[in-house]
């Protein structure tokens, strides 16, 4: 995980029966809920986070190959 001024990346290790969506939807309603109780000054906005989110597979690239992505991304913000 890299976690960018206005975005997040996620490596994920999923089964292919997994629907992205369902996995965005729980990452997202967990963290809200979970942010919500530590931050109260959260608990007023009416969303936290938006309804977007872009997914890509890895099979043509190596888990590593991912890994050093995201970790490039640190060097680019």
């Known amino acids: 995980m890299e976690v960018m001024p206005d ?3 996620l490596f ?6 997994d629907s992205p969506s369902d996995i965005m939807a729980k990452l997202k309603g ?3 809920r979970k ?3 530590e931050f109260s000054q959260l608990k007023h906005l009416q969303s ?4 977007s989110f ?3 597979t890895a099979g043509n690239v190596s888990s590593e190959t ?4 995201v970790e490039d991304q640190k060097k680019r913000g």
């Open 35 to 37: 942010l919500r109780q």
């Open 30 to 32: 967990v963290t809200s």
């Open 7 to 9: 975005h997040c990346h």
């Open 48 to 51: 936290l986070w938006t309804r």
């Open 12 to 17: 994920l290790n999923c089964l292919p029966t």
């Open 54 to 56: 872009f997914v890509s």
């Open 66 to 69: 991912v890994k050093q992505y």
